[in-house]
């Protein structure tokens, strides 16, 4: 069994991505990762370059500035990778996206374990949305609770953008893909670098989802109902990052004005509760192991 990795970032240390630490989280687990860097205003080509691991195969690219149709210029580049990946699965993370160390010999059982098993297309990963501060998650029916992020390298599949796969059947029209739980989870944090990244963010990347950019004035405008202090450990790769550029402190708002959307949520939170947990967010996979 061969398993690559891959990814794409552009302009990483502007925007305050942990892209090093995802990458090198990749490699904890994978025989080859493919990594589309981005022509960029900063560093970024030199830090991955400086990885110096023969598994990983760097790819320079343009990004279509003209492309602001809903994210697909992220899929653009997901694809440019997952195009030149060998392996029998291809393990896609984002560049805010890390893998515990502690869960790499249980992600490579699961792998071996669904290869023989082609109705599995897929495998599913649970999330851990940190928000505000690497000490909170976020967890509402606006944030995903599980992702695909494996697929099978072996079946036709495409990205719309960078979250999921569409698979085509015979030139048919598309499905999401059939998958399995790994039941352990992905970490993502996005939400929690620095003001001043976030604010670079909006200002870059707004435009490629067809969004005029908006400034970003903190994390407090949120539900606070949705927040929830994280009492588990983060990977060891990410110590360095958590104290030098997260941001150290999130008090949630407890005057925060709820929107319409709050409100509906938190009916859906109740609700999720007493239907056993149920989970109320966008799915773009079929379950078919749990």
């Not at 560093?43 to 500035?65: F, G, M, S, Y």
């Not at 392996?87 to 890390?98: P, R």
């Not at 869960?103 to 098993?117: H, K, S, T």
Request: with cysteine.
């Amino acid at each position: 069994m061969k398993i690559s990795g891959f990814t794409f970032v552009r302009n990483g240390t502007i925007l305050g991505y942990p892209f090093i630490e995802s990458i090198k989280s990749l490699l904890m687990l994978c025989d080859e990762v493919i990594v589309a860097v981005g022509v960029s205003e900063d560093n970024t080509l030199a830090l991955v370059q400086a990885i110096n691991d023969p598994r990983l195969k760097i790819i320079p690219t343009n990004w279509n500035e003209l492309m602001t149709d809903r994210g697909y210029v992220y899929a653009q580049q997901k694809m440019i990778a997952q195009f030149n990946c060998s392996g029998d699965w291809a393990f896609y993370l984002e560049s805010d996206e890390i893998i515990h160390e502690q869960d790499v010999p249980f992600i490579r059982a699961q792998l071996i374990r669904y290869l023989p098993d082609t109705e599995v297309e897929s495998l599913v990963f649970d999330y851990y949305h940190f928000y505000g501060s690497p000490k909170y998650t976020a967890q509402s029916p606006r944030w995903y609770r599980r992702a695909p992020r494996i697929i099978r390298n072996t079946i036709r599949s495409f990205a719309p953008d960078g979250l999921f796969w569409i698979i085509m059947d015979q030139n048919k029209s598309g499905r999401y893909p059939r998958a399995a739980a790994v039941n352990c989870p992905i970490y993502h944090y996005g939400h929690v670098r620095s003001i001043s990244s976030m604010n670079e963010k909006n200002k870059r990347v707004e435009k490629y989802w067809g969004k005029v950019p908006g400034s970003f004035d903190g994390y407090g405008n949120i539900d606070p109902k949705t927040i929830v202090p994280f009492t588990r450990g983060h990977p060891a790769i990410m110590q360095e990052w958590i104290k030098n550029s997260a941001e150290a402190e999130f008090v949630p708002n407890l005057n925060y004005k709820l929107s319409r959307r709050d409100k509906k949520h938190r009916v859906m939170m109740f609700l999720g509760k007493l239907l056993g947990n149920y989970d109320w967010s966008k799915k773009h996979y079929k379950l078919i192991r749990n």
